[in-house]
């Protein structure tokens, strides 16, 4: 691996976890349960592009499958809680 891809591969990590922290913080902290639902699927996509950058950093496909898992899991449990939150139930 060049040592630029392994700069560039450090640098995104750095700010995936920023970005997860802050997130985190949103989801936590939220005016709002629209709020709180939309920081929980950008977590969903920070950790799925996570998992992408590491299999490409370990040059591994392994990581590949977990995270189209996880971005399958993320759409899914978004659409449920904006159902529930615009109709108050999820299965009618």
Known sequence: MSPFLNITIHITLVCY??????ALWCALRGPA?????LAVDFLTIVAMLLMLVVGIRYASGAYFVPALLVALFGFVS??????????GEVIE
């Open 33 to 37: 349960a629209q709020d709180r639902v």
């Open 78 to 87: 978004s659409a449920a809680c904006a159902k529930f939150l615009l109709r």
């Open 17 to 22: 976890g920023i970005a997860m922290l802050l």
